[in-house]
């Protein structure tokens, strides 16, 4: 058995829990945690998706069937703040993971003067703030490895989207509906940044957190291109946050909202899942389109965003919408695809010579000095006087009870 095989086999035995029930049919969440946004994009019959902070951060997964998930790598290995929500994208033969990295120490830099704003183009908000920085890394392989985080020069806007135009032009969206061009190697920016968007007006009396246009996921079909994004604020009340839809001609817009918005939505805090949002839309091998994106467990919330999935239909208007009557706690046909194996290994025997995928660290240790693994045993450098100052590996919990 190969290390891959005793992985698998391991997952098995820790009844790492499973969205798919063995007889054609699924239930949500298609991945407990790990914690964060989602991203998924479709190479022919397989499936990246991208979900999980921690350090390393950025972890990648990859499955054939939208519902079963096995972890590939962490890509994301030079840290410069935390991670927030990514764009796992394939083009022209490479992988590319557009991200932001937050770190308010790097500070706020005031309004630009008026050569830089003419850089940027109007209209646009032209603060700088450098705690947000745009950064982009690429692999020819999803598992690896992964260049070294390329900073794009965007500060400010968060939750990176990418798109191509039928011209093969590549653009990325941002927060608060603005966008920019890209080179053609996707590696730097290529024209002013500008708003094209200003997001869905939801009616008043929701409780929400805020506006917070954010999270822009396209996608082209029958000669539209489709955006779906989150708005109310991902971290408020139960009933916050939201997906809704948006369509242009052209990837600069004009942008019209659906009219069936929100795609998804918590209604109540009596619902079993609190802050639905941040979808991304996707096609299975069959031509079922779905949505895949978020939410927080009520009464788990210290779990983060789980990763959830639906099935979309297209209206006669050619909308996208979730299929009416459906919500995220029900029986579900599986997409088409195969199983490849799921979850996140929790038990390690440390029989390979690097750490497992499942292991996470303070982004200031050094791990080829802290930790030594291989023939059964780990090593780990003695640091500190207490237990709070020690270096330690960590684990994230998958079960809602659990022992150690």
């Given at each position: ?11 098995r ?40 902070g921690g ?131 996707g ?19 929701w ?101 959830l999935?639906?099935p ?16 995220a ?76």
């Open positions: 058995m190969n290390l891959e095989e005793r992985r698998i086999a391991q997952a035995q820790e009844r790492i829990p499973c969205g798919d029930l063995g007889n054609g049919y699924f239930r949500n969440p298609v991945l407990v945690g790990p914690g964060s946004d989602n991203t998924v994009v479709r190479v022919g019959a397989d499936f990246y998706m991208m979900a999980g350090w390393p951060d950025q972890l990648v997964w990859h499955s054939r069937d939208l519902v079963n998930w096995r972890p590939i790598t962490r890509a994301l290995r030079v840290y410069d703040g935390r991670a927030w929500a990514s764009d796992l994208v394939y083009h022209q033969g490479r992988f590319y993971i557009y991200t932001t990295q937050v770190d308010p120490s790097r500070g706020y830099q005031g309004p630009l003067n008026l050569s830089q704003r003419s850089l940027l183009g109007k209209p646009c908000q032209c603060d700088v703030d450098q705690g947000f920085k745009n950064v982009v890394l690429w692999a020819d392989d999803p598992a690896g490895p992964w260049s070294d985080p390329i900073d794009l020069h965007v500060y400010g806007y968060i939750d990176p989207g990418h798109v191509v135009d039928q011209e093969g032009n590549r653009y990325l969206y941002f927060s608060k509906g603005t966008m920019v061009r890209l080179a053609p190697d590696l730097s920016t290529a024209g002013p940044l500008r708003q094209v968007y200003t997001g869905w007006e939801y009616p008043s009396h409780v929400v957190e805020c506006m917070c246009l954010e999270a822009p996921k396209l996608t082209y079909r029958d000669g539209w291109y489709y955006m779906a994004s989150a708005q109310g604020g991902t971290a408020g009340p139960s009933t916050a946050h939201m997906a809704v839809m948006a369509r242009s001609r052209s990837v600069e817009g004009p942008w019209e909202n659906s009219p069936y918005n929100p795609v998804v939505r918590t209604q109540s805090r009596d619902e079993r899942w609190w802050r639905q949002g941040h979808g991304t839309l996707i096609d299975d091998v069959a031509g079922q389109w779905w949505l895949l994106y978020t939410g927080y467990e009520n009464g788990y919330t210290a779990f983060g965003k789980q990763s999935l639906l979309v239909e297209w209206t006669a208007d050619g909308w996208p919408r979730i299929v009416p009557g459906l919500t706690t029900d029986i579900l046909p599986m997409p088409a695809g195969e199983n490849v194996g799921h979850g996140m290994p929790l038990s390690d025997d440390f029989a390979a010579s690097e750490i497992g995928i499942q292991w996470m660290w303070e982004p200031t240790i050094d791990a080829d000095q802290a930790f030594a693994v291989g023939d059964g045993a780990l090593r780990v450098r003695a640091e500190g006087t207490t237990p709070l100052e020690a270096v330690a590996l960590s684990v994230m919990p998958v079960h809602h009870a659990y022992e150690v």
